[in-house]
Structure formats: C-alpha cells, structure tokens
C-alpha cells in the first residue's frame, strides 16, 4: 500500500534584519501565534532579506493584523509547503 505525504503550508513574514524578525516573533507570540524566527537564503525574497518569522498559515490574517499594529516592518509575506511523513 503506497504512502501518501502530506503537504503542510507555513507562512512566512520576511524582515530586514534579525532584530526585526524577533520583534515580529514577540508580536506574534503575545497575540497567541506559535512563531520562529527562520533564516531565509537570498533567493527566497525580492529584496535578499534575511531573517523572517514562521508562523502556521491558518493564523494569516491575525498574524498580519498583530505584525502591523506592533508596527514591525514587514517586506514580503511568503507561504513554504513542507512534507510531513
């Protein structure tokens, strides 16, 4: 019988810095949100950032809402798809 692996979506806002990326982490844990700071390659942004808060998809919206009115500067929002066994 075959394996299927499961597709799991995370989001990902990208920061300038690793300062940025902490208090976009402190933003998102003191609404509720379960957040990691990540390092990101170049590649993965428009503008090279790298460092980003990992965040699960399904908190986008509030996510976005506590990153603004923490008023952390976000660059870009990305989403990654991982397998999970």
Do not use: W
């Amino acid at each position: 019988m075959p394996m299927h692996k499961q597709i799991q979506a995370s989001c990902i806002a990208a920061s300038g810095s690793m300062t940025r990326a902490v208090r976009a982490q402190r933003a998102l844990l003191a609404a509720g949100i379960r957040a990691e700071v990540v390092a990101l390659s170049p590649e993965d942004t428009r503008q090279g950032c790298a460092f980003g808060v990992e965040y699960p998809c399904t908190e986008e919206r509030r996510a976005r809402i506590a990153l603004r009115n923490a008023r952390v500067p976000i660059s870009q929002y990305l989403q990654k798809e991982r397998d999970v066994p």
